[in-house]
């Protein structure tokens, strides 16, 4: 199968597309759980930047500053405080945020009175009342500008933005973190339930493929879905409608040839009779034509059921223990009158103990009488027909050989088709009996060779193998 | 030789009447099955040809019901099924040979004679009878080696005085045998046919019982 033919499997293609509309979904409303989260840390943020702002500025007075400059500035210089030695944030000498934390206390615009020393000495923001973004040595800050009427300074507070990301991140991180670890289990769900669910479409194409064509069994009910019983309901329906063409196309050939039977057993009596009871010579001579006639068309018609009998899918329980040489003696007695008229010498040389091998009883025999026949029928009249059956631990052979024209190399395949008759042959065959050995030795896994006889007629060779 | 023929073909029963009454048997001819079993109990017959496709009873049937009342008729079985169940049951059942339609006239009669032989125990078709010899193949006498040329009649009550070689043979049951049910028997017919038959071959050949009937005297 290639991949064309093959199709595409519903199973991958609902994993996927189940999979991937959660997935999409999920990214979706993660981000606007993110973008949500942002804008309330952010209002929060501010809130508490302003306030802080206010009391900073109501507790400011430029003189106090000035007086108790140097201490203050020493108390807020955190230079020489290496917070890289200590794995927690919060050490006993600070914070190691304090950096991302800033403040600048301006007097007249112009001259600074106090700054934490994680800034520089310019202006972090414009001087206006208000929020702002500023980009302070690549770091986004935001800041809030507070100006006091009462002791004339403005005060600047800002934060590094990545403080507020840091928490937003957080939040969103919390999010995301149990949908990846859901991820795969929820895969495996799908994958489970999809399996389960289209198990039944692969139990039903199994059945389908032990089908034998000519006996096609419906699928039992069994516990399965609506869709699947739909398919198996339209498919039963199918297969009676099937079966029944079929028995009906399997009867027609065997129920022809038997209502031919009557008939013809008629019309073959009364020309024997007609024959018997006259006694002008030219009428007499017709009637033996017809008589040949009436003896092709029965012949034709015993071929037609025999050929309807093997040409059918044959069950295992119809092989049984056949004794071969039992069925070679019956032959011998059944073909002894047709070999008289002809004034044929017809021989077997058969073993003397019973042969047992596995074969359909009624086949077997039609196979090696359709031979005789064949071997009488082909050779002129006063020939010597030979049926040899062979035995030994290692194989079975059935050999007939007959003294009459044989077949070219060339026909020998075309012979064993249906209704092929050699061009030219006078006797009064059907064309079907080689087909018919054909097939009753396909059935028993015979070898069938069609060899030539040493006096130039056809000598057929039944090798029987013992594997089956 | 009394022959009933059942078959349910008209065609083919009437030729098959024909040919075989020109071999010179007597045939009686049924198409229904009841009436052929019925027809076996209760007349006699040398030899019954039956088909198994009938109306009224299956062949098969027939040869059980006779065979179960001890009946032991020859049953030659002429049916167009060929399967091997068919056969072996009806062999199994009883029946002594079994022909397929269509079928060889010749082939039949020649059956037809295996089978009587085979029951009246002449293991060699031709029958010595002292001064007289029988070829029940062709239907030929020899009067010590002469051809004697017998009419149909003649040879058949001939033949029934031989295949009941120790009986004595009542006139009725002569007349059955001769004419079966088909024809009007003249009343002195069968004494004509027994003179004619003393005439041909030689008159001690049969002896007249009498009031009784007739039996075959064989000298030697």
């Known amino acids: 199968m290639t991949d064309k033919e093959r199709g595409y499997s519903l199973k991958n293609r609902l994993i996927k597309q189940l999979l991937g509309s959660f997935v999409i979904i999920t990214i979706l409303s993660l981000f606007g759980i993110y973008l949500d989260t942002r804008h309330e840390v952010e209002e929060l943020f ?104 009462h002791s004339k300074v403005w005060l600047i507070v800002g934060e590094r933005d990545d403080i507020r990301g840091e928490l937003t991140h957080d939040i969103a991180f919390n999010h995301i973190l149990p949908v990846i670890f859901i991820l795969p289990f929820l895969a495996g769900v799908i994958w489970l339930t999809i399996s389960k669910a289209i198990h039944p479409l692969q139990s039903l194409v199994n059945h389908v493929d032990k089908q034998n064509y000519h006996q096609l069994e419906s699928v039992d009910k069994k516990n399965w879905p609506y869709e699947v019983n739909i398919l198996t309901r339209a498919m039963n329906h199918l297969f009676q409608r099937l079966n029944q063409s079929y028995q009906r196309e399997k009867r027609f050939t065997s129920d022809v040839a038997h209502e031919l039977r009557n ?133 079975t052979k059935v050999i007939v050989e007959d003294s009459g024209q044989g077949i070219g190399d060339e026909l020998k395949a075309r012979v064993m088709d249906r209704f092929y008759r050699i061009p030219g042959s006078r006797a009064t065959g059907s064309g079907l009996g080689l087909s018919i050995v054909k097939r009753i030795a396909e059935i028993h896994h015979v070898d069938l060779q069609l060899l030539d006889s040493p006096d130039g007629g056809l000598k057929v060779q039944l090798i029987f193998s013992f594997s089956h | ?164 070689k120790q009986q004595i043979l009542s006139r009725a049951k002569l007349e059955t045998v001769l004419y079966g049910w088909d024809e009007d028997v003249e009343s002195n017919a069968i004494e004509v046919h027994i003179h004619n038959l003393r005439k041909k071959l030689y008159p001690e050949l049969i002896k007249t019982r009498r009031g009784i009937g007739y039996s075959l005297e064989v000298l030697s």
């Open chain 1, 263 to 395: 008939p013809l057993a008629a019309l073959s009596v009364h020309n024997d009779n007609a024959i018997a009871e006259n006694n002008d010579s030219g009428i007499t001579d017709i009637l033996v034509n017809m008589r040949r006639g009436i003896g092709r068309l029965s012949h034709l018609v015993a071929q037609l059921l025999a050929l309807s009998r093997a040409d059918r899918e044959v069950q295992a329980d119809e092989f049984s223990k056949v004794d071969l040489l039992s069925i070679c003696q019956q032959l011998q007695q059944q073909f002894e009158f047709q070999a008289e008229i002809k004034e044929q010498k017809l021989s077997f040389q058969l073993p003397d103990e019973p042969i047992e091998i596995s074969a359909i009883e009624v086949l077997l025999s039609s196979m090696i009488a359709n031979l005789i026949d064949n071997a009488l029928r082909y050779s002129p009249p006063g020939s010597s027909v030979q049926v040899i059956c062979e035995h030994n631990a290692e194989l």
């Open chain 2, 1 to 164: 030789m009394r022959i009933l023929l059942v078959e349910d073909d008209e065609l083919l029963g009437n030729g098959l009447k024909r040919a075989l009454s020109r071999e010179s048997y007597l045939v009686d001819w049924l198409l229904d099955g009841k009436q052929a079993l019925q027809a076996l109990q209760t007349d006699e017959f040398s030899l019954v040809i039956l088909d198994l496709t009938l109306p009224g009873m299956d062949g098969l049937d027939i040869i059980k019901n006779l065979r179960k009342a001890k009946n032991e008729i020859p049953i030659l079985v002429l049916t167009a099924r060929d399967s091997l169940t068919d056969k072996v049951s009806g062999l199994d059942l009883g029946a002594d040979d079994y022909l397929v339609k269509p079928f060889e006239l010749s082939e039949l009669v020649a059956r037809i004679r295996a089978l009587s032989r085979r029951h009246y125990n002449h293991i060699d078709p031709h029958i010595e009878l002292g001064r007289i010899s029988i070829n029940p193949n062709n239907n030929e006498v020899f009067l010590e080696g002469i051809p004697i040329h017998l009419s149909r009649r003649e040879y058949a009550l001939l033949m029934e005085f031989v295949n009941h």
């Open chain 1, 46 to 149: 501010d809130a508490s930047l302003a306030q802080t702002s206010r009391v900073l500025l109501g507790l400011l007075h430029p003189e106090t500053i000035k007086q108790n400059n140097d201490s203050l500035h020493k108390s807020l210089d955190i230079h020489d405080i290496d917070f890289d030695i200590f794995d927690e944030e919060a050490t006993p000498y600070g914070h190691k945020y304090e950096k991302k934390l800033a403040f600048q206390v301006w007097e007249n615009k112009q001259n600074l009175l106090l700054k934490s020393s994680s800034i520089d000495i310019k202006p972090m923001a414009p001087l206006n009342p208000g929020f702002s973004y500023v980009t302070i040595e690549d770091y986004r800050w935001r800041t809030f500008c507070l100006y006091s009427e």
